[in-house]
């Protein structure tokens, strides 16, 4: 099943022959300019403004506590964005054939981790949630933009439905907002600590961002453990060896391998993929075999263990926390998407939490 919200007004914009004004507007998630409503097809004007409500069930005091829990660790979620969440996607074989469908994303992989790294920071910013907010306008486009996915590959008969069902589907899209959801769990690997409570508000959040990005309700998880469980069964039904899976994640390697100085640690991307996400995953996407750098694993705990117990008392673990990932972040600035330089902003209450500047210096030709 696709989205009975989102695909029928995809289909008018291109009955009405208005294609060129709502690429403006998915061309904007890349320039994090948003327009207005205003500017935008009818029938695109009433979606923007008929998705953007809470549900009942949402809460504020928990997208409130959620959010913080990002603010902490965001740098090391973005890290743990990198290293499981992506790698977890791409080894899901029918999902996988999409991204590379649309364009080759292993060739173009710079521009879904960037986008996807966008995303999260838009929504996980205070206020991002907020009506109106710039995380929800984001959810908001992303939901079109999967719904014009949808639409052109659906139509293109080398598609075969039959076997490789419906283009991000409503399976396809609950799994990757689990993949997002659901990080917490893999940060104790990395020596983080967190409180039930936050790690059951951060889930609640991405459970609102996924009422936004048009996820039916009946298969929203209920709570952390049924998203687990939904996870499990997921996983179970959807991993599978394939070709583009194993592409994706190469592709996703050599990008890491790019923000990581010289070639000696070149292998510790593999070593930290295959520590988090496990042999499964690692098997399914071809993954290459750890070397030297997998003696790394108990320092780096053992580090992200003491900025964490000394955070509070000394601005010195705050700042060795944040330079472990502060190539990473620079290299969204700085990476080129579909031969054109990236625009990533750092929301400003995530620039303070990290004693980061939102935009980096571009680079000398």
Request: proline share 5%; charged share 25%.
């Amino acid at each position: 099943m696709g989205d009975p919200v989102a695909d029928p007004v995809i289909q008018s914009v291109f009955a009405n022959k208005e294609a060129e004004a709502v690429n403006r507007m998915l061309r904007s998630i890349e320039s994090n300019v948003h327009l207005v409503p205003a500017e935008m097809p009818d029938s695109v004007e009433v979606y923007l403004n008929e998705t953007d409500d809470w549900p009942t069930w949402a809460d504020p005091e928990k997208v409130r506590l959620g959010q913080k829990l990002f603010h902490r660790y965001g740098m090391q979620m973005t890290l743990a964005l990198f290293l499981w969440s992506l790698p977890s996607a791409y080894a899901w074989a029918k999902a996988a054939r999409v991204l590379t469908w649309t364009g080759g994303i292993d060739k173009y992989v710079h521009r879904r981790i960037i986008e996807t790294a966008q995303f999260v920071l838009d929504v996980m910013a205070e206020g991002g949630l907020e009506h109106g907010g710039f995380g929800v306008r984001t959810a908001q486009k992303i939901r079109l933009l999967h719904a014009a996915i949808r639409h052109h590959i659906s139509r293109d008969p080398r598609w075969k439905a039959s076997e490789w069902d419906m283009p991000i589907n409503q399976e396809d899209q609950v799994a990757t907002l689990l993949s997002l959801a659901l990080v917490p769990q893999v940060l104790p690997k990395l020596g983080m600590d967190f409180t039930p409570e936050e790690e059951h508000a951060y889930f609640h959040c991405w459970m609102l961002i996924g009422h936004f990005m048009g996820i039916r309700p009946e298969l929203l998880p209920r709570d952390l453990e049924d998203g687990q469980q939904l996870w499990a069964a997921i996983t179970e039904r959807q991993v599978a060896p394939s070709e583009n899976g194993a592409a994706l994640t190469q592709a996703l390697v050599d990008y890491l391998k790019l923000r990581i100085p010289g070639t000696m640690m070149d292998g510790l991307a593999v070593t930290l993929i295959r520590e988090l996400c496990g042999d499964t995953v690692s098997e399914a996407v071809g993954l290459e075999k750890t070397d030297w750098t997998r003696h790394l694993l108990t320092p780096m705990k053992w580090m992200f263990n003491l900025a964490d117990e000394v955070q509070d008392q000394s601005g010195l673990a705050a700042k060795l926390s944040a330079s472990l990932s502060r190539k990473l972040i620079e290299g969204l600035h700085t990476s080129e998407r579909g031969g054109g330089r990236v625009n990533f902003r750092i929301p400003e209450s995530l620039q303070e939490a990290w004693s980061v500047s939102g935009t980096v210096p571009p680079r000398a030709e």
